[in-house]
């Protein structure tokens, strides 16, 4: 690699090989650090404080599938603070930071990918990497710490490809994120970051690849970016069960708009790491085309947090499995059946909670599952949710199951593919439901509010 370098800013250019090093210094040196056209293969790398980075059209950053070149850094993987993987691009303890362009960040996802379906394939042949010993070490208690869909009992806890770590004022616009091992783009323990214009794409196989996770983060933007990837779309969340009831930290003041999400889990999702709160959220002028959920939340006892004044407004869905989905039987990440329970439990900290949603001028066409669903628990109801100026059709042919709507456990689906209500007390206010049989499935708890 050669580098033009002035007293603020260094132009670098592509050469072979492992270029880690010459980035890294370029970057610590430099307020300003220009990738012009070229591949540029490297490990993981860190971004200060007061640093701009260009990322011009036709530059890559690609980053190599060495597991073992991604050393133990401690941070929150899937909600709980533990020893992880060392993100591929971390920005951390940092303020001002600017990372523009065109260009291209690439995770090279494909060997992550393949091992973890490895282990969650069951694979007898598969040996444990040298990765994963240092971090069962680090993290002793590991098989006891929540886990989501990610693997934490192997404890291969794969990189995110940016994360941007308790740091304020960073902005990150127009560039591409691909292939990423893990999470894509990961704001945690930060303030003030804008989102602008960032295309997003994983395989829709590649396992655990959400987009954006916004997570105990506060005063964020995200605004007109396209993201096509194998899980969740734009996430939501705030840390897992007791550790991150401790942490309290809560995401807030959030303002997705004009973005477009496609093939993921869910459009907008919050959850199901929600301990800490999520909390004044705004979600408008966005297209939801053939996600499996349009906007989703999703909790369960165990999980804790207060969730609250969320407004999701003039969104369109289309060919979804189910466009809007309030779940707090939600079944991923544990065995203990005792948490699905249909009877009143006690109300503990561990004890999610849920109000002051509105979900106004939205329209869904081509459900495949059925029409939505809010689903709160008997001890601890939905309360103040409306539902206003909305239209949601199911397809005349739509055969998924009805179950698929949202991955519960310890409910029966309704028999008809109607907007399913259970403990919640909701205000419909021109909600129309196209479907065939019984548009609107009221079961117990439900209070329907006048208008």
């Given at each position: 690699?050669?580098?033009?370098?002035?007293?603020?800013?260094?132009?670098?250019?592509?050469?072979?090989?492992?270029?880690?090093?010459?980035?890294?210094?370029?970057?610590?040196?430099?307020?300003?650090?220009?990738?012009?056209?070229?591949?540029?293969?490297?490990?993981?790398?860190?971004?200060?404080?007061?640093?701009?980075?260009?990322?011009?059209?036709?530059?890559?950053?690609?980053?190599?599938?060495?597991?073992?070149?991604?050393?133990?850094?401690?941070?929150?993987?899937?909600?709980?603070?533990?020893?992880?993987?060392?993100?591929?691009?971390?920005?951390?303890?940092?303020?001002?930071?600017?990372?523009?362009?065109?260009?291209?960040?690439?995770?090279?996802?494909?060997?992550?990918?393949?091992?973890?379906?490895?282990?969650?394939?069951?694979?007898?042949?598969?040996?444990?990497?040298?990765?994963?010993?240092?971090?069962r070490k680090l993290?002793?208690?590991?098989?006891?710490?929540?886990?989501?869909?990610?693997?934490?009992?192997?404890?291969?806890?794969?990189?995110?490809?940016?994360?941007?770590?308790?740091?304020?004022?960073?902005?990150?616009?127009?560039?591409?994120?691909?292939?990423?091992?893990?999470?894509?783009?990961?704001p945690l323990f930060?303030?003030?970051?804008?989102?602008?214009?960032?295309?997003?794409?994983?395989?829709?196989?590649?396992?655990?690849?959400?987009?954006?996770?916004?997570?105990?983060?506060?005063?964020?933007?995200?605004?007109?970016?396209?993201?096509?990837?194998?899980?969740?779309?734009?996430?939501?969340?705030?840390?897992?069960?007791?550790?991150?009831?401790?942490?309290?930290?809560?995401?807030?003041?959030?303002?997705?708009?004009?973005?477009?999400?496609?093939?993921?889990?869910?459009?907008?999702?919050?959850?199901?790491?929600?301990?800490?709160?999520?909390?004044?959220?705004?979600?408008?002028?966005?297209?939801?085309?053939?996600?499996?959920?349009?906007?989703?939340?999703?909790?369960?006892?165990?999980?804790?947090?207060?969730?609250?004044?969320?407004?999701?407004?003039?969104?369109?869905?289309?060919?979804?499995?189910?466009?809007?989905?309030?779940?707090?039987?939600?079944?991923?990440?544990?065995?203990?059946?005792?948490?699905?329970?249909?009877?009143?439990?006690?109300?503990?900290e561990e004890t999610?909670?849920?109000?002051?949603?509105?979900?106004?001028?939205?329209?869904?066409?081509?459900?495949?599952?059925?029409?939505?669903?809010?689903?709160?628990?008997?001890?601890?109801?939905?309360?103040?949710?409306?539902?206003?100026?909305?239209?949601?059709?199911?397809?005349?042919?739509?055969?998924?199951?009805?179950?698929?709507?949202?991955?519960?456990?310890?409910?029966?689906?309704?028999?008809?593919?109607?907007?399913?209500?259970?403990?919640?007390?909701?205000?419909?206010?021109?909600?129309?439901?196209?479907?065939?049989?019984?548009?609107?499935?009221?079961?117990?708890?439900?209070?329907?509010?006048?208008?």
């Amino acid at each position: 690699m050669s580098a033009i370098k002035t007293r603020d800013e260094v132009l670098l250019t592509e050469s072979e090989g492992i270029m880690t090093v010459e980035i890294q210094d370029a970057l610590n040196s430099a307020k300003r650090v220009v990738f012009q056209k070229g591949i540029y293969i490297t490990g993981p790398l860190e971004v200060p404080s007061d640093t701009t980075v260009i990322i011009e059209k036709s530059a890559l950053i690609k980053f190599v599938d060495d597991f073992e070149s991604y050393p133990p850094i401690f941070s929150r993987w899937e909600g709980v603070k533990c020893w992880c993987m060392h993100p591929c691009l971390l920005i951390s303890n940092a303020e001002n930071v600017e990372i523009k362009g065109e260009g291209s960040i690439d995770g090279s996802g494909e060997a992550w990918w393949k091992e973890v379906m490895r282990f969650k394939g069951k694979d007898e042949s598969r040996v444990p990497k040298p990765i994963e010993y240092r971090l069962r070490k680090l993290n002793p208690d590991y098989m006891n710490q929540p886990g989501g869909g990610g693997g934490r009992e192997t404890q291969f806890l794969r990189p995110p490809l940016v994360q941007i770590y308790r740091s304020k004022n960073v902005t990150i616009e127009g560039i591409k994120l691909q292939n990423s091992p893990f999470w894509t783009l990961h704001p945690l323990f930060s303030k003030d970051i804008r989102l602008k214009n960032i295309r997003i794409a994983n395989p829709a196989e590649a396992p655990n690849t959400d987009g954006i996770d916004i997570e105990s983060s506060s005063d964020v933007t995200v605004e007109g970016c396209f993201v096509n990837v194998g899980d969740d779309g734009i996430a939501l969340k705030s840390g897992s069960g007791i550790d991150g009831i401790r942490d309290g930290v809560p995401t807030e003041k959030i303002a997705i708009r004009g973005c477009t999400v496609l093939s993921a889990h869910g459009g907008v999702v919050i959850g199901s790491e929600t301990a800490g709160g999520v909390k004044h959220v705004s979600v408008e002028n966005c297209l939801f085309d053939g996600t499996d959920r349009g906007v989703r939340i999703k909790t369960r006892r165990g999980r804790g947090g207060v969730i609250h004044h969320l407004n999701f407004k003039n969104i369109v869905m289309k060919d979804n499995l189910c466009p809007f989905v309030i779940n707090m039987y939600y079944g991923c990440g544990t065995d203990d059946q005792s948490l699905f329970s249909l009877k009143k439990l006690p109300i503990t900290e561990e004890t999610p909670e849920i109000y002051g949603v509105k979900i106004e001028g939205c329209v869904a066409t081509g459900c495949e599952s059925s029409a939505g669903v809010i689903v709160g628990l008997p001890e601890r109801p939905v309360f103040d949710c409306e539902i206003k100026d909305c239209n949601f059709k199911v397809a005349l042919n739509a055969n998924r199951e009805i179950s698929e709507s949202a991955m519960y456990a310890g409910l029966t689906p309704p028999q008809t593919r109607g907007f399913w209500l259970r403990n919640v007390e909701i205000k419909l206010d021109n909600l129309k439901v196209d479907c065939i049989g019984e548009p609107i499935i009221i079961e117990e708890g439900v209070t329907v509010l006048d208008k």
